[in-house]
């Protein structure tokens, strides 16, 4: 299994993903970037959530919008989309 990195550039900053994942199932996952998010814990959130999330696009966009909508997540210029985007750049890198 190894670690893939995905970048992507949002309006809200760079989205840098490292990805793991075995049988199309998101093993561990890191994000990073120079993007805001409030709460503050909102990042730690949404990678919990994501591991064991099928890894396909829909999957996880559904999956990151689902979280934003319950831990009342913002992102100034970065949007659920966007990150799936970085991690499927991983995904398929």
């Known amino acids: ?36 998010m409030f709460p503050e814990e909102a990042l730690f959130i949404i990678v919990e959530q994501l591991k064991g999330t099928p890894a396909n696009h829909a999957a996880l966009l559904k999956n ?12 100034p210029g970065t949007s659920p989309s966007d990150f799936a985007e970085s991690i499927m750049k991983a995904l398929e890198g």
Not at 64 to 75: L, P
């Open 64 to 75: 990151i919008e689902e979280t934003y909508k319950k831990e009342k997540i913002q992102s």
């Open 1 to 36: 299994m190894a670690i893939k990195q995905g970048i992507h550039k949002s309006r809200g900053g760079l989205i840098r993903s490292f990805v793991t994942s075995e049988n199309s199932i998101i093993k561990d996952i890191t994000i990073s970037g120079d993007f805001f």
